[in-house]
Protein backbone atom coordinates (compact mmCIF):
# COMPACT_ATOMS: atom_id res chain seq x y z
CA UNK A 1 0.00 0.00 0.00
CA UNK A 2 1.22 3.95 -0.67
CA UNK A 3 1.11 5.68 2.31
CA UNK A 4 1.83 9.06 2.71
CA UNK A 5 3.01 9.98 6.49
CA UNK A 6 2.31 14.13 7.33
CA UNK A 7 4.64 14.70 10.13
CA UNK A 8 7.19 11.96 9.55
CA UNK A 9 9.88 13.43 11.82
CA UNK A 10 7.63 13.07 14.81
CA UNK A 11 7.61 11.11 18.12
CA UNK A 12 4.77 8.92 16.42
CA UNK A 13 5.40 9.52 12.26
CA UNK A 14 9.14 8.36 12.77
CA UNK A 15 8.72 4.70 14.27
CA UNK A 16 4.91 4.57 12.11
CA UNK A 17 7.50 4.84 9.15
CA UNK A 18 10.17 2.00 9.95
CA UNK A 19 7.27 -0.07 10.81
CA UNK A 20 4.99 0.43 7.75
CA UNK A 21 7.91 0.06 5.50
CA UNK A 22 9.80 -3.09 7.23
CA UNK A 23 5.82 -4.64 6.11
CA UNK A 24 7.01 -4.03 2.76
CA UNK A 25 4.61 -0.84 2.53
CA UNK A 26 5.49 2.13 0.22
CA UNK A 27 5.78 5.20 2.65
CA UNK A 28 6.89 8.56 1.76
CA UNK A 29 6.89 11.60 3.77
CA UNK A 30 6.25 15.23 4.72
CA UNK A 31 7.80 17.20 7.63
CA UNK A 32 8.56 20.78 8.21
CA UNK A 33 10.63 20.03 11.39
CA UNK A 34 9.27 22.44 13.49
CA UNK A 35 8.47 20.32 16.79
CA UNK A 36 12.40 20.15 17.01
CA UNK A 37 12.81 24.09 16.83
CA UNK A 38 9.90 24.58 19.44
CA UNK A 39 11.41 22.31 21.97
CA UNK A 40 14.68 23.88 21.37
CA UNK A 41 13.16 27.36 21.70
CA UNK A 42 11.67 25.99 25.15
CA UNK A 43 15.35 25.47 26.57
CA UNK A 44 15.04 21.94 26.09
CA UNK A 45 16.22 18.65 23.52
CA UNK A 46 15.24 15.20 22.78
CA UNK A 47 16.43 13.06 25.80
CA UNK A 48 17.69 10.67 22.70
CA UNK A 49 19.85 11.99 20.16
CA UNK A 50 18.35 11.43 17.24
CA UNK A 51 19.68 11.88 14.38
CA UNK A 52 19.39 15.13 11.86
CA UNK A 53 16.74 14.29 8.97
CA UNK A 54 19.68 13.69 6.00
CA UNK A 55 20.79 10.94 8.36
CA UNK A 56 16.98 9.75 8.79
CA UNK A 57 16.76 9.93 4.62
CA UNK A 58 19.64 7.62 4.67
CA UNK A 59 18.49 5.07 6.79
CA UNK A 60 14.82 4.89 5.18
CA UNK A 61 16.71 4.36 1.93
CA UNK A 62 18.56 1.49 3.27
CA UNK A 63 14.78 -0.22 3.14
CA UNK A 64 13.44 1.49 0.03
CA UNK A 65 15.60 3.53 -2.33
CA UNK A 66 12.89 4.63 -3.88
CA UNK A 67 11.48 6.63 -0.48
CA UNK A 68 10.60 9.98 -1.02
CA UNK A 69 10.74 12.86 1.18
CA UNK A 70 9.15 16.75 0.56
CA UNK A 71 9.95 19.70 3.47
CA UNK A 72 6.49 21.97 3.77
CA UNK A 73 5.97 25.19 4.74
CA UNK A 74 2.74 26.17 6.11
CA UNK A 75 0.87 29.33 4.65
CA UNK A 76 0.87 30.81 1.41
CA UNK A 77 1.32 28.12 -1.17
CA UNK A 78 0.45 24.88 1.52
CA UNK A 79 -2.39 23.92 -0.68
CA UNK A 80 -0.43 24.46 -4.25
CA UNK A 81 2.58 22.03 -2.54
CA UNK A 82 -0.07 19.56 -1.26
CA UNK A 83 -1.93 19.09 -4.48
CA UNK A 84 1.21 18.37 -6.13
CA UNK A 85 2.90 16.09 -3.98
CA UNK A 86 -0.79 13.71 -3.68
CA UNK A 87 -0.84 14.24 -7.36
CA UNK A 88 2.59 12.87 -7.79
CA UNK A 89 2.24 10.23 -5.16
CA UNK A 90 -0.89 9.25 -5.41
CA UNK A 91 -1.33 7.24 -1.67
CA UNK A 92 -3.76 4.87 -1.16
CA UNK A 93 -3.50 5.96 2.74
CA UNK A 94 -2.27 9.49 4.08
CA UNK A 95 -1.31 9.66 7.62
CA UNK A 96 -1.88 13.22 8.95
CA UNK A 97 0.16 13.46 12.55
CA UNK A 98 1.68 17.14 11.10
CA UNK A 99 -0.30 19.06 13.75
CA UNK A 100 0.83 21.09 16.70
CA UNK A 101 0.04 18.60 19.74
CA UNK A 102 0.82 20.21 23.12
CA UNK A 103 -1.80 21.13 25.02
CA UNK A 104 0.29 23.62 27.09
CA UNK A 105 2.08 25.20 24.22
CA UNK A 106 -1.11 26.38 22.69
CA UNK A 107 -2.35 28.08 25.90
CA UNK A 108 1.16 29.78 26.23
CA UNK A 109 0.50 33.53 24.74
CA UNK A 110 -1.27 34.54 21.73
CA UNK A 111 1.15 33.97 19.24
CA UNK A 112 1.00 29.96 20.36
CA UNK A 113 -2.71 29.74 20.75
CA UNK A 114 -3.13 31.79 17.12
CA UNK A 115 0.02 29.37 15.57
CA UNK A 116 -1.75 26.18 17.13
CA UNK A 117 -5.17 27.62 15.25
CA UNK A 118 -3.78 28.40 12.18
CA UNK A 119 -1.70 25.27 11.41
CA UNK A 120 -4.21 22.90 12.60
CA UNK A 121 -7.04 23.66 11.53
CA UNK A 122 -6.40 25.01 8.36
CA UNK A 123 -3.54 23.16 7.59
CA UNK A 124 -6.21 20.04 7.73
CA UNK A 125 -9.01 21.86 5.78
CA UNK A 126 -6.17 22.63 2.91
CA UNK A 127 -5.09 19.00 3.01
CA UNK A 128 -9.01 18.38 2.63
CA UNK A 129 -9.40 20.42 -0.50
CA UNK A 130 -6.45 18.68 -2.16
CA UNK A 131 -7.35 15.16 -1.12
CA UNK A 132 -10.87 16.15 -3.13
CA UNK A 133 -8.91 17.42 -5.91
CA UNK A 134 -5.95 14.73 -6.45
CA UNK A 135 -6.83 11.15 -4.37
CA UNK A 136 -10.61 11.20 -3.02
CA UNK A 137 -10.37 7.94 -2.82
CA UNK A 138 -7.46 7.88 -0.56
CA UNK A 139 -7.71 6.95 3.06
CA UNK A 140 -7.08 9.96 5.64
CA UNK A 141 -6.39 8.87 9.00
CA UNK A 142 -6.30 11.20 11.35
CA UNK A 143 -4.98 11.16 14.78
CA UNK A 144 -7.50 12.79 16.57
CA UNK A 145 -6.95 13.11 20.86
CA UNK A 146 -9.49 11.35 23.41
CA UNK A 147 -8.85 14.86 24.80
CA UNK A 148 -12.07 16.19 22.54
CA UNK A 149 -14.40 14.26 24.86
CA UNK A 150 -13.09 15.92 28.05
CA UNK A 151 -14.55 14.55 31.26
CA UNK A 152 -18.42 13.66 30.93
CA UNK A 153 -20.13 12.20 33.99
CA UNK A 154 -21.05 9.04 31.31
CA UNK A 155 -19.38 6.53 29.48
CA UNK A 156 -17.45 7.71 26.38
CA UNK A 157 -18.59 6.02 23.06
CA UNK A 158 -16.73 5.82 19.79
CA UNK A 159 -17.28 9.07 18.50
CA UNK A 160 -21.33 8.77 18.48
CA UNK A 161 -24.31 8.46 21.01
CA UNK A 162 -25.07 5.01 20.81
CA UNK A 163 -28.83 4.31 20.00
CA UNK A 164 -29.29 2.64 23.00
CA UNK A 165 -29.34 4.73 26.48
CA UNK A 166 -26.12 4.91 28.21
CA UNK A 167 -25.68 4.36 31.60
CA UNK A 168 -29.28 2.61 31.55
CA UNK A 169 -30.45 -0.04 32.89
CA UNK A 170 -33.58 0.39 30.77
CA UNK A 171 -33.23 -1.02 27.07
CA UNK A 172 -34.76 1.62 25.50
CA UNK A 173 -33.59 3.87 22.40
CA UNK A 174 -32.26 6.73 22.73
CA UNK A 175 -33.39 9.76 21.02
CA UNK A 176 -29.90 11.58 20.28
CA UNK A 177 -28.76 8.35 19.73
CA UNK A 178 -26.61 8.66 16.22
CA UNK A 179 -25.48 12.02 16.81
CA UNK A 180 -21.77 12.88 17.74
CA UNK A 181 -21.26 12.65 21.01
CA UNK A 182 -20.54 15.77 22.45
CA UNK A 183 -17.01 17.64 22.59
CA UNK A 184 -15.69 19.61 25.65
CA UNK A 185 -12.08 20.65 25.04
CA UNK A 186 -9.75 21.78 27.86
CA UNK A 187 -7.50 23.78 25.46
CA UNK A 188 -6.81 25.70 22.59
CA UNK A 189 -4.87 22.91 21.12
CA UNK A 190 -8.03 20.44 22.26
CA UNK A 191 -10.15 22.77 20.50
CA UNK A 192 -8.46 22.60 16.94
CA UNK A 193 -9.02 18.67 17.13
CA UNK A 194 -12.97 19.39 17.86
CA UNK A 195 -12.95 21.61 15.06
CA UNK A 196 -10.72 19.18 12.77
CA UNK A 197 -13.48 16.60 13.66
CA UNK A 198 -16.03 18.65 12.25
CA UNK A 199 -14.54 19.18 9.35
CA UNK A 200 -13.30 15.92 8.15
CA UNK A 201 -17.05 14.73 8.56
CA UNK A 202 -18.20 17.40 6.56
CA UNK A 203 -15.75 16.19 4.30
CA UNK A 204 -16.46 13.03 3.98
CA UNK A 205 -20.43 13.51 4.27
CA UNK A 206 -20.58 16.06 0.86
CA UNK A 207 -17.62 14.70 -1.18
CA UNK A 208 -17.90 11.25 0.00
CA UNK A 209 -14.08 10.96 0.81
CA UNK A 210 -13.49 8.38 3.92
CA UNK A 211 -11.45 8.73 7.26
CA UNK A 212 -10.53 7.15 10.23
CA UNK A 213 -10.64 9.71 13.46
CA UNK A 214 -8.13 8.03 16.01
CA UNK A 215 -8.88 9.38 19.48
CA UNK A 216 -5.77 8.29 20.76
CA UNK A 217 -4.87 8.80 24.57
CA UNK A 218 -1.23 10.15 25.87
CA UNK A 219 1.64 7.47 24.11
CA UNK A 220 4.87 6.51 26.37
CA UNK A 221 8.01 5.01 25.19
CA UNK A 222 10.87 5.40 23.17
CA UNK A 223 11.40 2.38 21.01
CA UNK A 224 9.56 -0.36 18.82
CA UNK A 225 10.61 -4.01 17.53
CA UNK A 226 11.51 -2.18 14.38
CA UNK A 227 14.01 0.00 15.84
CA UNK A 228 17.64 -1.89 15.77
CA UNK A 229 19.95 0.26 16.96
CA UNK A 230 20.13 4.14 18.42
CA UNK A 231 19.96 5.67 15.51
CA UNK A 232 16.33 4.43 14.92
CA UNK A 233 15.29 5.80 18.32
CA UNK A 234 12.18 8.59 17.93
CA UNK A 235 12.50 11.54 19.49
CA UNK A 236 12.01 11.88 23.32
CA UNK A 237 10.22 14.97 25.18
CA UNK A 238 9.53 15.34 28.99
CA UNK A 239 9.36 19.19 28.96
CA UNK A 240 6.24 20.52 30.56
CA UNK A 241 4.40 20.62 26.47
CA UNK A 242 5.04 18.13 24.63
CA UNK A 243 6.51 15.51 27.21
CA UNK A 244 3.68 13.01 28.14
CA UNK A 245 2.69 12.29 32.08
CA UNK A 246 4.87 8.83 31.91
CA UNK A 247 7.37 10.06 29.49
CA UNK A 248 7.65 13.10 32.04
CA UNK A 249 7.66 10.56 35.29
CA UNK A 250 10.20 8.45 34.24
CA UNK A 251 13.08 10.97 33.43
CA UNK A 252 11.83 12.96 36.60
CA UNK A 253 12.74 9.34 38.22
CA UNK A 254 16.11 9.50 37.24
CA UNK A 255 17.19 12.65 37.64
CA UNK A 256 15.81 11.83 41.64
CA UNK A 257 13.40 15.19 40.97
CA UNK A 258 9.80 14.79 43.14
CA UNK A 259 7.21 13.23 40.69
CA UNK A 260 5.00 16.20 39.32
CA UNK A 261 1.80 14.81 40.18
CA UNK A 262 -0.50 18.12 39.31
CA UNK A 263 -3.21 18.98 41.58
CA UNK A 264 -5.14 15.72 43.80
CA UNK A 265 -3.95 13.13 40.80
CA UNK A 266 -7.05 11.56 40.25
CA UNK A 267 -7.16 13.06 36.27
CA UNK A 268 -7.73 9.79 34.84
CA UNK A 269 -7.60 8.83 30.88
CA UNK A 270 -6.78 6.10 28.62
CA UNK A 271 -2.86 5.23 27.52
CA UNK A 272 -0.87 3.45 25.69
CA UNK A 273 2.63 2.17 25.22
CA UNK A 274 3.91 3.43 21.79
CA UNK A 275 4.47 -0.27 20.20
CA UNK A 276 0.73 -0.33 20.81
CA UNK A 277 0.24 2.93 19.14
CA UNK A 278 2.07 2.13 15.84
CA UNK A 279 -0.19 -1.25 15.78
CA UNK A 280 -3.11 0.41 16.12
CA UNK A 281 -2.64 2.86 13.60
CA UNK A 282 -0.81 -0.04 11.50
CA UNK A 283 -4.52 -2.13 11.67
CA UNK A 284 -6.24 1.20 10.72
CA UNK A 285 -4.07 1.65 7.77
CA UNK A 286 -4.54 -2.25 6.45
CA UNK A 287 -8.21 -1.82 7.12
CA UNK A 288 -9.32 0.68 5.86
CA UNK A 289 -13.13 2.56 5.77
CA UNK A 290 -15.38 2.34 2.91
CA UNK A 291 -15.78 5.52 0.60
CA UNK A 292 -17.85 7.99 2.08
CA UNK A 293 -17.51 6.24 5.50
CA UNK A 294 -16.37 8.32 8.71
CA UNK A 295 -14.93 6.27 11.81
CA UNK A 296 -13.90 7.13 15.44
CA UNK A 297 -11.43 4.78 16.76
CA UNK A 298 -10.61 5.38 20.57
CA UNK A 299 -7.30 4.39 21.08
CA UNK A 300 -5.51 2.84 24.60
CA UNK A 301 -4.90 0.12 26.68
CA UNK A 302 -6.63 0.60 29.95
CA UNK A 303 -7.50 3.59 31.93
CA UNK A 304 -5.24 5.13 34.72
CA UNK A 305 -5.16 8.12 37.44
CA UNK A 306 -2.07 10.19 37.52
CA UNK A 307 -1.69 8.79 40.85
CA UNK A 308 -1.11 5.31 40.10
CA UNK A 309 1.23 6.27 37.39
CA UNK A 310 3.26 7.81 39.26
CA UNK A 311 2.88 5.16 41.94
CA UNK A 312 4.24 2.82 39.28
CA UNK A 313 7.02 4.95 38.29
CA UNK A 314 8.04 4.95 41.40
CA UNK A 315 8.04 1.44 41.45
CA UNK A 316 9.56 0.41 38.69
CA UNK A 317 12.30 3.33 39.20
CA UNK A 318 12.90 1.36 42.30
CA UNK A 319 13.54 -1.76 41.29
CA UNK A 320 17.00 -0.25 39.49
CA UNK A 321 18.05 2.06 42.71
CA UNK A 322 16.12 4.79 41.98
CA UNK A 323 14.15 6.63 45.04
CA UNK A 324 11.66 8.09 43.87
CA UNK A 325 9.83 10.82 45.89
CA UNK A 326 5.87 11.34 44.48
CA UNK A 327 4.53 15.12 45.18
CA UNK A 328 1.73 17.30 44.35
CA UNK A 329 2.50 20.58 42.71
CA UNK A 330 0.02 23.43 41.99
CA UNK A 331 -2.54 22.69 38.99
CA UNK A 332 -1.31 24.45 36.22
CA UNK A 333 -4.26 23.72 34.40
CA UNK A 334 -7.97 24.19 34.61
CA UNK A 335 -9.09 20.48 34.67
CA UNK A 336 -11.03 18.12 37.30
CA UNK A 337 -8.57 16.84 39.38
CA UNK A 338 -11.23 13.89 40.57
CA UNK A 339 -14.24 12.00 37.93
CA UNK A 340 -15.39 9.12 36.41
CA UNK A 341 -13.93 8.01 33.24
CA UNK A 342 -14.97 4.59 31.77
CA UNK A 343 -14.38 5.02 27.84
CA UNK A 344 -14.92 1.96 24.82
CA UNK A 345 -12.40 0.98 22.47
CA UNK A 346 -14.17 -2.00 21.02
CA UNK A 347 -13.81 -1.16 17.22
CA UNK A 348 -9.45 -1.68 17.27
CA UNK A 349 -10.51 -4.75 19.80
CA UNK A 350 -12.51 -6.01 16.76
CA UNK A 351 -9.82 -5.66 14.40
CA UNK A 352 -7.61 -7.48 16.16
CA UNK A 353 -5.49 -5.17 18.28
CA UNK A 354 -4.33 -6.96 21.25
CA UNK A 355 -3.61 -4.63 24.27
CA UNK A 356 -0.13 -4.61 25.93
CA UNK A 357 -1.63 -5.51 29.80
CA UNK A 358 2.15 -5.23 31.25
CA UNK A 359 2.40 -1.38 32.33
CA UNK A 360 4.36 -2.17 34.80
CA UNK A 361 7.35 -3.89 32.82
CA UNK A 362 6.71 -1.47 29.86
CA UNK A 363 7.57 1.53 32.54
CA UNK A 364 10.83 -0.72 33.43
CA UNK A 365 11.79 -1.05 30.12
CA UNK A 366 11.38 2.85 29.34
CA UNK A 367 13.26 3.26 32.29
CA UNK A 368 15.77 1.12 30.73
CA UNK A 369 16.32 2.83 27.64
CA UNK A 370 16.39 6.08 28.84
CA UNK A 371 19.15 5.60 31.31
CA UNK A 372 22.11 5.67 29.04
CA UNK A 373 20.71 9.41 28.35
CA UNK A 374 20.60 10.76 31.96
CA UNK A 375 23.10 13.27 31.05
CA UNK A 376 21.66 14.86 28.45
CA UNK A 377 18.80 15.85 31.03
CA UNK A 378 18.06 19.89 31.46
CA UNK A 379 16.32 20.26 34.85
CA UNK A 380 15.27 23.72 33.79
CA UNK A 381 11.93 22.24 31.86
CA UNK A 382 10.84 19.89 34.89
CA UNK A 383 8.51 22.06 36.65
CA UNK A 384 5.40 23.67 34.67
CA UNK A 385 5.15 27.19 34.37
CA UNK A 386 2.65 27.59 31.45
CA UNK A 387 -0.49 28.25 33.44
CA UNK A 388 -4.53 28.60 32.10
CA UNK A 389 -4.70 31.84 34.06
CA UNK A 390 -1.95 32.84 32.61
CA UNK A 391 0.32 34.35 35.45
CA UNK A 392 3.07 32.30 34.35
CA UNK A 393 5.09 31.02 37.63
CA UNK A 394 6.51 27.78 38.25
CA UNK A 395 4.30 25.81 40.37
CA UNK A 396 5.10 24.99 43.50
CA UNK A 397 4.61 21.78 45.77
CA UNK A 398 1.30 22.08 47.79
CA UNK A 399 0.92 20.97 51.44
CA UNK A 400 -0.33 17.14 52.12
CA UNK A 401 -3.77 18.53 53.90
CA UNK A 402 -3.84 21.10 50.38
CA UNK A 403 -4.68 18.30 48.36
Known sequence: MRVLILGIDGY???PLALHLMNKGHKVSGLDNFV???????LGSDSLTPICEFGERLSILRSIDSDFAFEH??????????????????QPECIVHLAEQPSAPWSMADVESACETQHENIIGTLE???????????????????????????CDIPEGYIPKRCLNSHIDELCPMGGLQFPRKAGSWYHLTKVHDTF???FACNTWGLCSTDIMQGPVYGVSIPDMKDEEHLTRFDYDECFGTVINRFCVQALLGHPLTVYGAGGQTRGYLPLKDSINCMTLAIENPPTPGEYRVFNQFESFYSVNELADLVAEAASSFGYETEVAHFENPRKEMEQHYYKSSNKNLLDLGYVPTKDILNEIKILIQDLEPYIDRIKQNVI???????????????IKEEEV
Not at 76 to 84: M, V
Open 72 to 89: FSLGAGLHKQLRHILDDF
Open 12 to 14: LGW
Open 127 to 153: LLWAMKAKCPEAHLLKLGTMGEYGTPN
Open 383 to 397: VPAIRWDLSHRRSQI
Open 35 to 41: RRKRVFE
Open 199 to 201: NVI
